[in-house]
Structures are given as structure tokens and as C-alpha cells.
């Protein structure tokens, strides 16, 4: 991967993660399931410490960057206006593609 890929790589599944916290955490839903958060915590954290030169200038760094394990996303900013915005359009998204 280029270090524009890296880059790209870090910022969506740090977004993605910060979501399905403020899903979970915020209105008690889950976007997707606790295997499916772990793996991509997972992912991210991998990433991350292969690549901490670049980690270092992403979105949200100083935030994840004490994230060591696939532990909870509690102490996560996904209160922040533009993840509670893409939350709940997601949330709303899902729903709307429901069977009733």
C-alpha cells in the first residue's frame, strides 16, 4: 500500500469505529456486530503500529492513539456533531431498508 493508501486506510476505519460506538453507546444499537468492531479495531491497531509516522498525522490521532486492544469505545470522541450526524444517518439508512 502507498502511504495515500495508508493514510485513506486509517482515517475511514477510525471513522467507522468512532460510528459504531456512538451507535452503541448513544442509542443503544449496533451498526454492526461486536466480532465485526473487534475485527476492525483489530485492524486499525495493526496498521497503526506498523505505520506510526503516519497514524501520527490522521484524523483523531491523539484520540486513538493509547487504543491498544480490541477494548470497548467508550473513551472515544463519538460524541462529536459530525459522528453523531453520520451515526444517525446510517441508523436511519438501515431502517429504511428494513422489511416490515
Known amino acids: 500500500?502507498?502511504?495515500d493508501q495508508i493514510?485513506?486506510?486509517i482515517n475511514r476505519r477510525r471513522i467507522q469505529v468512532l460510528v459504531a460506538s456512538c451507535a452503541y453507546y448513544m442509542y443503544d444499537d449496533n451498526l454492526?456486530?461486536?466480532h465485526e468492531?473487534?475485527?476492525?479495531?483489530?485492524?486499525?491497531?495493526e496498521v497503526q503500529n506498523e505505520y506510526p509516522w503516519i497514524a501520527n498525522k490522521c484524523i483523531y490521532s491523539k484520540e486513538f492513539s493509547e487504543m491498544e486492544d480490541c477494548?470497548?469505545?467508550?473513551?472515544?470522541p463519538y460524541k462529536l456533531p459530525s459522528i453523531i450526524n453520520k451515526t444517525?444517518?446510517?441508523?436511519?439508512?438501515?431502517?429504511?431498508?428494513?422489511?416490515?
Open 37 to 45: 468492531y473487534d475485527r476492525r479495531v483489530h485492524e486499525l491497531i
Open 1 to 3: 500500500m502507498t502511504n
Open 88 to 100: 444517525l444517518q446510517l441508523i436511519r439508512y438501515r431502517d429504511s431498508k428494513k422489511i416490515t
Open 71 to 76: 477494548g470497548s469505545g467508550y473513551n472515544l
Open 32 to 34: 454492526i456486530s461486536d
Open 7 to 9: 493514510t485513506e486506510f
